[in-house]
């Protein structure tokens, strides 16, 4: 998924890429949410932006099946 979009740094895209990983392996929002928290706790934004736009990205998602 990540192919099609641009991110400001590398670590950003690994985030993404791990978290829409996660959500499809069956992790909830929630637990996602779980771990931005953390990584904004130790101020680690490139990762936080990543989490963020794939959780973002997941609700998204959601509300559209259930249209």
């Keep these: 998924m990540s192919n099609t979009l641009e991110f400001s ?5 690994l985030y ?5 990983e996660d959500l499809t392996e069956g992790s909830t929002i929630k637990e996602c949410e779980a771990g931005l928290k ?5 101020e680690m934004y490139e990762e936080c ?3 963020y ?5 997941a609700k998204f998602f959601i509300s559209l099946c259930k249209i």
């Design 38 to 42: 953390f990584f904004e706790e130790l």
């Design 49 to 51: 932006q990543g989490i």
């Design 9 to 13: 740094h590398p670590l950003t895209k």
């Design 16 to 20: 993404f890429d791990y978290t829409v």
């Design 53 to 57: 736009l794939a959780i973002k990205y």
